[in-house]
């Protein structure tokens, strides 16, 4: 077994060819409360990944999930896109941005919000993105929610992929441009960017 990953939410480990995810235990909550709350949090992310692997590249959980704790998953061993995407040649990461859009598209259509659009949270396997990390998504059908989503990932290739990143971001916006609903929620971008509400 071997630790991959450990945040303030989780640890990631890594066993033979799968990954589990473990909620932390938080000491200043009641015991009772707490486990309530990783269950259900657990839970959650399941059934979001369940539907999320049925549309889009992502990690399905394994039958052995643990839906009070733990998660398992499939390791996608590929390439982390935050480390690896300024590295490639232009025309690749085009193709690359223009995968991700389609698929959050494809996502926001089925009211499945991803809470942390970040290349952290996407891997590149067999020219796929992977989505991974659904721990902050949840199920939304507000334009809002689907603008926040998209902006939130323009915040991260703008601190991340900074060379580049607006070349990059408009071609995840040509690819979300399959959603039904993306000529409402481009422009809802624009609104949420003016009200500064979500500035740093």
């Not at 223009?98 to 009211?111: F, T, W």
Request: one cysteine or more.
């Amino acid at each position: 077994m071997k630790t991959l990953f450990q945040g303030a939410e989780a640890k990631i480990f890594l066993i033979e060819d799968k990954i589990v995810k473990d909620r932390i235990p938080k000491s200043y909550r009641i015991p009772e409360l707490d486990n309530k709350i990783r269950e259900q949090r657990t839970k959650k992310e399941t059934k979001l990944l369940n539907k999320a692997s049925s549309i889009i590249p992502a990690p399905k959980p394994l039958p052995e999930t643990d839906s009070k704790r733990l998660i398992h998953m499939p390791f996608i061993k590929g390439q982390k896109l935050s480390e690896k995407l300024d590295e490639f040649s232009i025309i690749k990461q085009k193709k690359i941005c223009r995968q991700i859009g389609e698929s959050i598209a494809k996502l926001h259509d089925n009211n499945i919000i991803h809470g942390d659009l970040t290349t952290s949270n996407m891997i590149l396997k067999q020219n796929k993105v992977y989505f991974i990390d659904f721990g902050l998504g949840f199920i939304s059908s507000k334009y809002e929610d689907k603008a926040v989503d998209l902006h939130l990932l323009k915040q991260a290739l703008e601190a991340k992929h900074y060379k580049r990143w607006e070349i990059l971001l408009e071609e995840i916006f040509k690819g979300y441009k399959i959603s039904k609903d993306a000529k409402i929620i481009l422009e809802r971008i624009k609104a949420i960017e003016k009200r500064g509400r979500y500035k740093h």
